[in-house]
Nanobody, 123 residues
Framework: QVRLVESGGGSVQAGGSLRLACAAPGYVYASSCMGWFRQAPGKEREGIVSVDLYGVTQYAKSVKGRFTASKDNAANTLYLNMDNLEPEDTGMYYC?????????????????WGQGIQVTVSS
């Protein structure tokens, strides 16, 4: 069973920053697009960033300019740096992977998921 492990969530005031990390098994990381999703209470899950095997990154409009995804290939880890956080960014954040070389932040099919991590932004 493939296991993606998120870390780095927590609580922060509006305007603050957080950094999430997603560790993946090496064989998954090396062959998969990876992405970050979030789900706020009472809302549908939203794709916020995808990173394909060529390094092409797509961001949702809601986070573009504030969030930055990056990869550490030596550590098989995908990061999400979140700056200028807003209360609307509050929710559970999930890491996901799909064994394709290219992908889109809007696509629905992702094979592997992490357990999720809470991010809370207070005003």
């Amino acid at each position: 069973q493939v296991r993606l492990v998120e870390s780095g969530g927590g609580s922060v005031q509006a305007g603050g920053s957080l950094r999430l990390a997603c560790a993946a098994p090496g064989y998954v990381y090396a062959s998969s697009c990876m992405g970050w999703f979030r789900q706020a209470p009472g809302k549908e899950r939203e794709g916020i960033v995808s990173v394909d095997l060529y390094g092409v990154t797509q961001y949702a409009k809601s986070v573009k300019g504030r969030f930055t995804a990056s990869k550490d290939n030596a550590a098989n880890t995908l990061y999400l740096n979140m700056d200028n956080l807003e209360p609307e960014d509050t929710g559970m954040y999930y890491c996901a992977a799909v064994p394709y070389d290219i992908c889109s932040v809007q696509q629905k099919n992702w094979n592997y998921w992490g357990q999720g991590i809470q991010v809370t932004v207070s005003s």
